[in-house]
Every structure is written in C-alpha cells, then in structure tokens.
C-alpha cells in the first residue's frame, strides 16, 4: 500500500522508474484481493502514462467486466483515465456504453438510500452526473431533448433549496435545460430559478448565477432583462468577481430603452470601482453609449464624463474615436468646445481627456472665443486665456509626448481661427522648432515654413477637417483613408501647370507631410510615420525585377501592382497600382482603398486622378508605400468604389498574390 | 475532472497534495505557493470561488485547514464543494473527531481515503459506508501481515 501511495504521491510520467511499475501493476491487477487490483487500478487510474496505458487496456477491460461491483467501479474510472490520455482506445471501451446508460436512466427513477444521502437529498453526485450526462446527450438531439423535459421540470421544482446540496442540483440542472434543445417553458423556469439564486444572501450562489445568466443572455435576452435591477444592485456588492460579472452582465443587458437609467448606475460604477476595472469599464461605456445613444448631446455627455472620471485609464484607441464622433456631430460642436475647455480649465493631468480637449479647442476655437454656444449660457473666453491654457499644457511635465504634439497641433490651428495672436503663435512655434522632442521639433520645423514660405495656403491647409466616415473592415487591420479626398481639394486652389511641375512637386510633399501630420494625430501611429516619409522622398529606388501582379480583375476593371524595393530602407516597398477599364463606358469618381494588417504601415499617395476611360485607352496610377519592418507576409484587402453605366459600385477584395521578393 | 487538491493550514503549510495531471516539480512547487497566497489573501466575505488561469479554484476552510480544489470550466462548482465536504465526513468516520492533528500524524491513511473517494479527478463511490468499509478491510488485510511479522521468531 505505502508502496502505491509513493509511487503515486513522487513519481509521474516523465521519470523513467516509473516504466519498470508496468510489470508490477500488471501482476497486481490479477492478484485474488480485491483490495490489491483495487490499488492497482487507482494508481493507473492517476499515473498512467500513454504507454502504460496501452499495454494495460486489456486487463481494464477485463476487470470492467467482473461482476465485483467495488471492482467495477474503479475500472470504469480507470477507463476514463486512460481514454483521456489514449484516445485511440476508445473503441476498445464503446460497446459497454449503451449498458451504463440504461443502468442510469433506472437509477435515477429509484426510491432513497440513506447511506448515500446528503442532508435529505438522495446521492446528489449521481445526481449530478447523471444530469451532466443528459446534457450531453441531448446537446443536439430532439428526441432525447424531449424525453428529458419532464425529469427535468420535476427535479427543477421538486429539489429543496434550504442548503447548498439542493442548489448545486439546482444549478446543473439550469445548465442542463440551457444548452439542450429544450421548450421555452422550461427555458423560463430556469432563468427563474437564476434570479432566485441572485437574491440569495450566500456569495458562492450569486457568484454562480451571474456566471450562468452571462452565458445565456445572448438567447434569452427578454428574459434576464427581468431582473436586471438584481443585477444592477450586484454592481455594489463587495466581492470583486461579483461585481466584475455583475459588469459584465450589465453592459449585455444595455438596450435602447434602459440605457439612461443603466449608465446611470455604470457611471456610478465607474467612480467607485477598483482600477482595475476602470479601463473595461470605460470601453464598455463608450461602446454601449455608441450603439444606443438617445440623443447626440446624451453622448457627448456622458462621454465627457467618462473622460473626467477615469480620464487616465481611458484606452489610447478611444481618442480618435471619441474625435471622430465629435466631428460627426456638427451642431454640438460649439457646446462640446465649451466643456472641454471648463474640463481642463482646472486640471490637464489626465492625457485622453486632454488631447480630446486640445484638439477640439485647434478645430473649433473660433466658435469658443465668440460664445456662440446654444446648450448652455456661453462663457467669456479671450484668445489669449484660450492661447494660455494651450501653451501650459505643452510646458506642464504631466503631459505625454503625444499630448504635446495635439496641443501644438492645435496653437498652430488656431493661427487662422483667431484674429490677433498671429504673433503669439509664431513666437510658440519657433521657440519648439529646437525641441529636444523629435516629433515636436519637426512639426514646429514644418509649421515655420508654413509661416514663412507658404504663408498664402495656410488658410486653406488649416481649414476645418471634412467629416470622417468611417470604414470599418473585418479583421484586424488598420485603415488609412486614401489621401486623395484631402488633397485634390487643396490642390484645386493651385492647379499645376507643367510648367510649374517642379513647384508643384515640392508643395504636393509639403502638403504630404502635413496631411499625414494630421493623420498621425488621428490614427495615433508610431511617429516613424514622418520620418519615413521624408525618408522616401529623398532616397532612389533601384528596379530590382520583382514581378507585378494581377490584384483584381472583375467587371472589366482590372488593377496591377509593380513593385519597387527602396535601396536604403529595406522594409519599405513602393506599389504602383494601375487600374484600366476594359468595358465602352468610362468609370467616374473612382477611390481606391486599401487595408494591411496590424504589423504593416501603409501610406496611399494621390492618385493621377479619378476617371478610368473605357477601351483600355488609358489607366489611373496611384503610388502604395508599404513598411513591412517585420518582414511579414504581405497581404492587402482593398476597396473600390466608382460610378459606372449610371450606378455606384461598390468592392471589396483580397490580395494574397504577392511575390516573395516584394516583402522578404 | 479535478486537476488537483491541496490541503493547507492557515499558516501556509502544505499537508495533503494530490495531483491528477503530470507537471514537473518546479511547475507544481511554484502553483502551490501561487495558490496558497491567494487563498489566504481572500476574507471571510468573499466567495469560495476563484478564477485562475483557465482552471476554476473552489476552497472551504475548516477550522485550521483549508481545502481547495481546481475544476475544470464546465464542472459544477457547487457540486464540489460538496465533494469537498464529503472528503472531510469520511475522514471524520475514519478518524473519529478529526483534527489536524490527525492528518498530520497519519497522512497515508488520509491519502488512503482520498483515493477510495476519487480516482484519476473523479468521484468514484458516494456512500459513506462502503468506502469507508474499504479503508478498514485493507487495514485488516495490512494489520494481519504485520502481526504475522512481528510475531517472535523461535
């Protein structure tokens, strides 16, 4: 015995004394005592290895078949030992299925037995399991589904709740009737019997109720919606993986009609909760607050909440979509410039809040200094207070590098919008043009030859952004507009003559490197963004042979990519797509867009212009950069949309063919 | 099926582990320490239930011991805490009153018993009686050998 308990308690698989236990054991299972092959049977039951197993599967099978019931017993649990560790072997053990089932289906049927009884329930492990069992049967089975609903309503209402025994029949039984195909009566029964659970004053019930309720409240949304206030009073219990389900649960239950009185309570939530639940929190909120927004000024409320409240922990991604929702709402523009500016008025510690804050104050401060606001009575604000709070922030030591580029964005924004602090806003610029902060050096750099040299488009560059739409795309992939849209209206102020080409070329990069100065703010990529920019601009690219490719080719529209490595950056690939038309009408209006995976950064310049004439008699060329610094797998989705024969057209495709020498 | 159990007193002392999947030592080591700190951190307020890695921990505290369990997902835990409670009746029929004392001082008898009651994670005779039965018959069959053995030799 002592010798079976060591080996159990010391060794395990992967030592090899263990091998020479095989003959042993063996021997063992064929011993006359009970007792011994019971030993045997245990400790194959917890130690076997695949190998042993093997080679003992046989005498298993043997003893499973004894009449010796204590014998049985622990064969059967042997079994499942080793069919867990040999699948292969499970055919050995199949026939004697239907046998164990018919067994337990009579069991269950049998009167009490008071040597197996818990506190007046009978046997409640075979209860149990066997209830376990069903589930599994019934899992995908009608039949077997419908024979069950009666046992299961009489176990359901027949159990006693008084103690912990009846609950955990309780609660398998629940999990029982939720995931086979049962009738919606039961159905209801059972999120009743959740609710119950979730009123009991013991933790370890509420605990396990609200872990269920999460599982079923995407098929039985009415129903748990019943007891949301239950569910909303967890929010304040103690425990803290009560009240992280209990969260959980909540922003599932969020709906079009409760959910000013649920971010309500969230909002409550999201003061008093510990840290680390704020950030889950607030993207729960934001998202909820996205999908069910009564009102515009409803959501930019509670948005601006959120930002005050846990303004620290709000994730980086949230920024540009919290702009991006700003811009779309155009008519609250002057009331959300208003409290953000009260928001940081005070205190500029918290980053998120602060560059929402800084960036609206560069876009709408014209709208602020003359207190237009129609919400709320509108506050006395002067350039210069406006100007003030803007340079503090970018002296303060609280502010990230990030906070600093949006706040110098913003004073330089703020050239046009404002009449009389020209000066002031030059002085700023210039005096961070020797910044030790890469990023910001290099926009005051680029903001003093916008003074200086190009002082005539600074009104036109600085203009108001156009609203956003916002392409989503399955998947994990970034998305960068196509520069198009932005550029070609300012280029339209100064059409390029060939003569001028020159000009022209150096004010198109200008107005690159500002176009993706804004971008970077609203993407919040990496700052290398710029530097490869310029980067490209200045190096040659050797023609290295890589052969193009055919990406798209569908309703006479087909478009191929050429590909160019560049000789001093080696992640960097150049793609020139060329899109011809093959069909007897033009194609007007044409955008092409393209996504990479996360890994890639991805740059589409303007593209040679937006009609595609018919009978292949001419192409439209646009320029892809590609950063590839991980030397992954290239891969693409893009976008096509123009207008043909009279209609919008509109496509989506993937890219996989690219030729290894494009990206190795 | 139960990965596995751990025994511990309140000062952290490990008496019973049982183990019902293969780990190297060191993994087994660094779980019991990681596990034994966050149980004792845990107040009497919160539930006996915990989310750890991907395995569900339940534990109930009797008197100086605790005893904890780690599930898998789809087990049922209130379920196991039954088994838990089922552990600690045999061991009281067994012993007669058991405290810690007695587990410390006979911990193979103890392993004893949790092997009547659970084999390879799995519960494998729910009557009081049988498997306790068990534990005496082979104890006799032991007690008999010895006997045999000590007997004075002429």
Not at chain 1, 119 to 148: H, K, T, Y
Not at chain 1, 158 to 178: C, D, F, P, Q, R
Not at chain 1, 489 to 499: I, R
Request: proline share 3%; with cysteine.
């Amino acid at each position: 015995r002592i010798g079976y308990l060591g080996a159990m308690l010391l060794l395990d698989e992967r030592q090899d004394v263990h091998l020479l236990m095989t003959n042993c054991i063996k021997n063992d299972l064929n011993h006359s005592t009970q007792y011994v092959q019971g030993l045997a049977l245990c400790t194959l039951g917890c130690m076997g290895s695949s190998e042993m197993c093997r080679d003992l599967a046989g005498e298993v099978e043997k003893l499973l078949k004894t009449s010796n019931s204590y014998l049985r017993k622990k064969a059967a649990l042997c079994a499942v030992h080793v069919i867990r560790k040999v699948p292969e072997l499970m055919e050995m053990f199949l026939p004697l299925v239907p046998q164990l089932v018919r067994i337990l289906k009579n069991l269950i049927m049998s009167g009490y037995s008071p040597e197996h009884d818990v506190s007046g329930i009978s046997d409640p492990f075979l209860q149990v399991r066997i209830l376990r069992l069903l589930r599994i049967l019934g899992r995908n089975d009608d039949d077997s589904s419908e024979a069950m609903n009666d046992i299961l309503a009489q176990v359901a209402t027949n159990t006693e709740t008084s103690k912990n025994v009846g609950n955990a029949i309780l609660y398998e039984t629940v999990l029982t009737i939720m995931d086979i195909k049962s009738e919606s009566g039961l159905r209801v029964l059972a999120i009743n019997i959740l609710g119950r659970f979730l009123l009991n004053n013991d933790k370890n019930i509420r605990y396990v109720a609200l872990t269920s309720l999460l599982k079923t409240v995407q098929t039985d949304h009415n129903a748990v919606q019943r007891h949301r206030s239950t569910i909303v009073d967890c929010l304040k219990d103690l425990d803290v993986s009560i009240k992280r389900r209990a969260m959980e649960l909540s922003f599932a239950l969020v709906n079009g009609n409760n959910v000013r009185g649920m971010m309500k309570e969230l909002l409550y939530f999201l003061d008093s909760c510990e840290p680390e639940f704020k950030a889950d929190c607030a993207s729960g909120i934001f998202l909820a607050a996205e999908k069910y927004a009564p009102s515009k000024r409803w959501h930019i409320d509670t948005v601006m909440r959120v930002l005050t409240m846990a303004g620290s922990y709000v994730r980086d991604d949230a920024v540009p979509s919290l702009i991006q929702l700003i811009t779309n709402s155009v008519e609250m523009h002057a009331y959300t410039v208003q409290r953000l500016y009260k928001a940081i008025l005070g205190d500029y510690s918290q980053q998120p809040l602060v560059q929402v804050a800084a960036w609206c104050i560069g876009e709408y401060g014209d709208l602020l200094v003359s207190g237009q606001c129609e919400e709320e009575p509108p506050i006395q604000v002067t350039e210069d207070e406006v100007l003030d709070i803007l340079e503090s922030i970018l002296i303060s030591n609280m502010s990230a590098s990030v906070t600093r580029g949006y706040a110098l964005t913003a004073i330089m924004k703020l050239s046009t919008r404002f009449t009389c602090n020209v000066n002031r806003v030059k002085k700023v610029v210039s005096i961070y043009s020797s910044s030790i902060d890469v990023e910001l050096q290099q926009r005051a750099v680029e903001y003093n030859a916008l003074f200086k040299k190009y002082d005539h488009m600074r009104p036109a560059l600085l203009e108001r952004m156009p609203v956003m739409e916002k392409v989503t795309i399955n998947g994990p992939t970034e998305i960068v507009q196509s520069n198009g849209e932005t550029e070609s209206a300012v280029l339209e102020t100064k059409p390029p003559p060939s003569g001028l080409q020159p000009v022209s070329q150096v004010m198109e990069t200008d107005l690159r490197l500002f176009s993706t100065a804004y971008q970077t703010t609203l993407l919040t990529t990496a700052n290398s963004k710029l530097e490869m920019v310029s980067l490209l601009l200045l190096c040659l690219f050797a023609f290295s042979g890589i052969p193009s490719i055919t990406a798209y080719n569908k309703n006479g529209l087909k478009i191929d990519f050429t590909f160019e490595r560049s000789n001093t950056n080696p992640s960097v690939t150049l793609i020139t797509i060329q899109a011809s038309n093959s069909t007897e009408l033009d194609m007007t209006d044409f955008v092409f867009q393209a996504a990479v995976p996360k890994t890639f950064q991805l740059q589409l310049l303007s593209p040679s212009s937006s009609v595609i004439p018919a009978f292949n008699s001419g192409t439209i060329t646009q320029v892809i950069k590609v950063l590839n610094p991980q030397k992954q797998q290239l891969r693409m989705r893009i976008k096509l949309t123009y207008n043909h024969k009279g209609s919008a057209i509109q496509d989506l495709a993937e890219v996989n063919n690219f030729p290894s020498q494009s990206w190795q | 099926m139960i990965h596995f159990i751990l025994l511990f007193s309140r000062q952290g002392k490990l008496r019973l582990q049982k183990w019902y999947t293969t780990l190297p030592d060191k993994e087994k080591k660094k779980i019991v320490r990681e596990i034994v700190q966050i149980i004792l951190s845990r107040n009497q307020k919160t539930s006996s239930f915990v989310d750890w890695k991907d395995l569900k921990l339940v534990y109930k505290r009797y008197a100086s011991l605790y005893f904890c369990c780690a599930i898998e997902d789809q087990d049922n835990e209130l379920l196991t805490l039954e088994i838990v409670h089922r552990y600690v009746e045999l061991l009281d029929r067994y012993f007669g009153n058991v405290c810690e004392l007695d587990i410390i001082f006979n911990f193979e008898k103890a392993y004893f018993i949790l092997d009547e009651f659970i084999i390879g994670g799995e519960v494998q005779e729910t009557s009081k009686r049988s498997a306790v039965k068990a534990i005496e018959d082979s104890d006799m069959l032991q007690e008999t050998v010895e006997e045999y053995m000590n007997k004075p030799a002429f």
